[in-house]
């Protein structure tokens, strides 16, 4: 049993950074982050992997920094230049073995 835990959302202006953190309560392989924009679905927007392999969609490449301390069970999600379009609740994801686990979500919204 995985147990991942978000924080880091908020409000921010247009242009704005905000950094989110997911913390697993054990070590964790690959993870993602997704997003779910209102009356949208969940889509991925980044992930990395246990060697720091990094993955990213165009829409957020050369913005969006994925990052982790396997010390600490912690990856991160560095938002720089937020538009309101980034605006959705934020997800982290990892799999062990069938097995799929979620966090709760945060919320970033950005206004214009």
């Known amino acids: 049993q995985v147990q991942l835990v978000e924080s880091g959302g908020g409000l921010v202006q247009t242009g704005g950074s905000l950094t989110l953190s997911c913390v697993a309560s054990?070590?964790?392989?690959?993870v993602r982050w997704y997003r779910r924009a209102p009356g949208r679905s969940r889509v991925f927007i980044a992930q990395?992997?246990?060697?720091?392999?990094?993955r990213y969609i165009d829409l957020v490449s050369g913005r969006f920094t994925i990052s982790r301390d396997s010390a600490k069970n912690t990856v991160y999600l560095q938002m720089n230049d937020l538009r309101p379009e980034d605006t959705a609740v934020y997800y982290c994801?990892?799999?062990?073995?069938?097995?799929?686990?979620w966090g709760q979500g945060t919320q970033v919204t950005v206004s214009s």
């Open positions: 994801n990892t799999r062990s073995g069938a097995l799929e686990y």
């Open positions: 054990t070590s964790i392989s690959t």
């Open positions: 990395i992997s246990p060697t720091g392999v990094k």
